[in-house]
């Protein structure tokens, strides 16, 4: 009954017009980190216990990794093929192919003589009226045919020697600067299977068992941040104007007789309406300022027990 009273005598001091001494009302907090699944896989491993205090970069949820491992395999494959092909490109024609088309240049130079010759033979002949017609015509479709194969030859020889075109070389480069971030992309999915602390924290809580396939974007682990806690009340609205960031105050922590100094660190710009444990039969319609205060020492106590930072009088 003593306790209900104090609590009482306690609620009825906010905020109210002509008492001695106003509070602010609210509980301690600490920074609450949630490390949510990338992925739909199975836990393989929790090494850290809940109630553990952790380091930045402590692992504290292994998922299966089996098959994003596949990926990074894959896309480091394309990454190598793109390299190899680009690598190609630069490097040009091998010699061999260059000495088989000139090869064909000088076959096709041969066979243009030959085709050459067989129509001049061919002329004589039809103007000393000893051949008809149609062998005039047969043979200068073959020498038309043979300068066609030279010339062909002959473009598939420079073509060779005159190295690969700026644009096949610049499509290549585009083709591993995609290989290497579809890989980089890939490596980092398979890096977020292993869930670890972000920051030096408390680990409040671990949602899922070993074995249990999480859903995609589910809750890992919840993680407490702060060596200290901070006071999160509601101030009442008369004060609001005279608060200023980095004021300090008397702060009071249920179950400690000790009194702790808060400073100011956050105060919001909109009001919001008194919650439910401020409140009492006379004043249920009175706005308050949500606002956080910096404890300077601390660091043993719990998060979620009640405070009250004392303002001052009125």
Excluded at 96 to 120: F, H, M, P, Q, T
Excluded at 242 to 265: A, C, M, N, Q, Y
Excluded at 282 to 310: C, W
Aim: glycine share 6%; net charge negative.
């Amino acid at each position: 009954m003593r306790i209900l009273a104090t609590a009482l005598t306690s609620l009825l001091l906010v905020g109210c017009p002509g008492d001695k001494v106003s509070e602010a009302l609210g509980t301690l907090e600490r920074d609450r980190i949630m490390l949510k699944a990338t992925d739909d896989e199975i836990i393989l491993e929790q090494p850290v216990p809940e109630g553990t205090v952790i380091a930045k970069g402590t692992l504290l949820v292994q998922l299966d990794d089996r098959r994003q491992s596949a990926l990074v395999a894959r896309a480091r494959a394309e990454v190598a093929q793109a390299a190899a092909r680009l690598e190609e490109l630069r490097n040009g024609a091998r010699p061999e192919d260059i000495a088989a088309a000139g090869a064909r240049v000088n076959g096709a130079k041969a066979a243009l003589l030959e085709s050459e010759s067989n129509y001049k033979r061919t002329v004589s002949l039809v103007e000393q009226k000893l051949a008809a017609q149609a062998g005039l015509d047969s043979a200068l479709a073959s020498r038309d045919a043979a300068e066609a194969n030279l010339e062909s030859a002959n473009e598939e020889w420079l073509r060779l020697t005159n190295g690969t075109r700026q644009e096949q070389l610049d499509q290549g480069a585009a083709a591993l600067q995609s290989a290497e971030a579809q890989l980089a992309f890939e490596q980092h999915r398979l890096s977020e299977l292993s869930v670890v602390a972000t920051r030096d924290a408390y680990l409040d809580s671990l949602p899922w068992n070993v074995g249990e396939r999480v859903t995609l974007g589910a809750t890992l682990a919840v993680l407490l941040a702060g060596d200290k806690p901070y006071a999160r009340v509601y101030v009442p609205e008369p004060w609001r104007a005279r608060l200023h960031i980095g004021d300090s105050f008397p702060v009071k922590v249920d179950g400690v007789e000790k009194t702790f100094t808060g400073r100011l660190r956050w105060i919001a710009k909109d009001p919001a309406f008194t919650p439910y444990f401020a409140l009492n039969a006379s004043d249920r319609a009175r706005l308050v300022y949500m606002a956080e205060f910096d404890l300077e020492k601390g660091a043993d106590l719990p998060t979620g027990v009640p405070a009250q930072v004392l303002l001052g009088n009125d």
